[in-house]
């Protein structure tokens, strides 16, 4: 079993659509969650970042961890083309300094 | 430039020969990270360095890969004798000081082909 999961898509919606990403990971010693995001022939960048369980908003994008039954989702409220990348989530805890990544979802908005 | 630099960007060569890629961190990060990007596999833990510590070497996939950080700066990550499934995209990124609520900057990667 993977340490994290992740539905690789691809997932394509129309402009202005809500958007859910998930994840779900298997060991709770997992602390810290992130989001990066990725366009094409780019480095991931990071775009949201969450320590244990809640929700955190930064603008159109709000991250949401739920420990209890270990999945963490992203939400894109009012989705552009502009948002169309590959969306990887990533978790970092227990004994080793590494951020353990999603294999990533490939999301198109359609104009 | 202010960002994580990687070369070759891409990389063809043929199976059996060494390939060596280079990364150049953002100045004044002191953890630094590779990772290996197939598709459909996510992104894959190879090594990390942090300071002057030993890397953490647990994610290289076998012998025939090795990482070296020079002066706390540069890292070169080598493939010896290649194989057709070493072809990924390489991604280098690093951190301040490589804590938990650190981000990542990540270069562009070096797509490798191996034919």
């Known amino acids: 079993q993977k340490e994290v999961e992740q539905d690789p898509g691809p997932l394509s919606v129309p402009e202005g659509a809500i958007v859910s990403l998930n994840c779900t990971y298997s060991?709770?010693?997992?602390?810290?969650f992130m989001w990066y995001r990725q366009y094409s022939r780019k480095g991931p960048e990071l775009l949201m970042y969450t320590y244990s369980s809640g929700n955190k908003e930064d603008g159109r994008f709000t991250a949401q961890v739920d420990k209890s039954s270990k999945y963490i989702s992203l939400f894109i409220r009012d989705s552009q083309p502009s948002d169309s990348a590959t969306y990887l989530c990533a978790v970092y805890g227990g004994a080793t300094n590494k951020l353990i990544f999603g294999t990533g979802t490939l999301l198109a908005v359609q104009p | 430039g202010a960002g994580v630099s990687q070369s070759p960007s891409n990389k063809v060569t043929e199976k059996g020969k060494d390939v060596e890629l280079r990364c150049d961190p953002i100045s004044g990060h002191t953890a630094l990270y590779w990772y290996r990007q197939s598709l459909g596999q996510g992104l894959e833990f190879l090594i990390y360095?942090?300071?002057?510590?030993?890397?953490?070497k647990s994610g290289l996939p076998s012998d025939r890969f090795s990482a070296e950080r020079t002066g706390g700066s540069v890292s070169t990550l080598t493939i010896q004798r290649t194989q057709q499934e070493d072809s990924a995209v390489y991604l280098c990124a690093s951190s301040f000081a490589g804590g938990a609520n650190e981000k990542l900057f990540f270069g562009s990667g070096t797509q490798l082909s191996v034919l």
């Open positions: 060991n709770s010693a997992f602390q810290y």
């Open positions: 360095f942090q300071g002057n510590s030993a890397p953490d």
